[in-house]
């Protein structure tokens, strides 16, 4: 299978970056980098119940109007284009992470933690190569808890790790905290390095506790995100989730 939605669009955009370099073009600054953080807990007890329709879910994500000018949709290839859900490829698909566990890095809250009873996602691509995405799942009783600690540990396991992606073209990965200001009942914020052949790309991501639904919302450029912009449009994501619960 290939890499997750988030994942894929950075691969993507590794692969034009690479076809539209120079020697000149540098690899993007970034500010100091630290270690995953201590692990932020779920409140306890959760507030709310979970969103149980996907359908619902999605509605309640960030549209294309409340995004930066210069963001549009990227088509879902099942749902949206028709295409097959499980392709057979005639290239074979040679990505991989080293750990392997450090594949999960940003891949959707429901693949990475079983049991939501509703899961939804949406992608949206950007001016030079930058990309928005936004996924959440909903689970029953505790499950967003657990969901929230999961992602949280394979942060905390995949500081700096490295691959390939799907035409075998190394990748190194570096994971680092980010201050953030808390967003919906609880969240914690990373920032990934992924760079290839000379070019970064960095992916900044929160990821938020909104009653019993984790959100992640992840922003993908080349010279990392406004930390005031990124804050207002993670806000207006989980403001918007924990709407669609109570029916605002």
Excluded: H, W
Excluded at 231 to 246: F, Q
């Amino acid at each position: 299978m290939r890499r997750a939605a988030t994942v894929a669009t950075v691969s993507a955009a590794m692969i034009m970056l690479a076809g539209c370099g120079s020697d000149e073009t540098a690899p993007a600054a970034s500010p100091p980098r630290t270690d995953p953080g201590p692990a932020v807990p779920a409140p306890e007890p959760l507030l709310g119940g979970p969103i149980a329709d996907s359908a619902a879910l999605e509605a309640a994500m960030l549209d294309g109007g409340e995004l930066p000018d210069g963001y549009s949709a990227i088509p879902d290839p099942v749902r949206d284009l028709g295409l097959d859900p499980a392709p057979d490829y005639d290239a074979p698909d040679r990505s991989r992470t080293d750990p392997a566990g450090c594949g999960d890095v940003l891949a959707a809250v429901s693949q990475q933690a079983a049991g939501a009873v509703s899961n939804a996602q949406v992608r949206y691509s950007g001016p030079n190569f930058s990309s928005i995405d936004e996924d959440a799942a909903s689970y029953s009783d505790a499950g967003a808890a657990g969901a929230f600690a999961r992602l949280q540990e394979t942060f905390a396991a995949c500081g700096q790790y490295s691959g390939t992606d799907a035409d075998g073209v190394a990748v190194v990965y570096r994971v680092g905290s980010r201050d953030q200001e808390q967003v919906g009942d609880a969240s914690t914020s990373i920032r990934l390095e992924t760079t290839s052949e000379g070019f970064t790309l960095i992916s900044d991501a929160v990821v938020a506790v909104v009653d019993r639904t984790v959100v992640q919302f992840v922003v993908t450029s080349q010279e990392g995100v406004d930390p005031a912009s990124f804050t207002t449009l993670a806000t207006a994501a989980a403001d918007k989730i924990r709407g669609a619960n109570t029916g605002v």
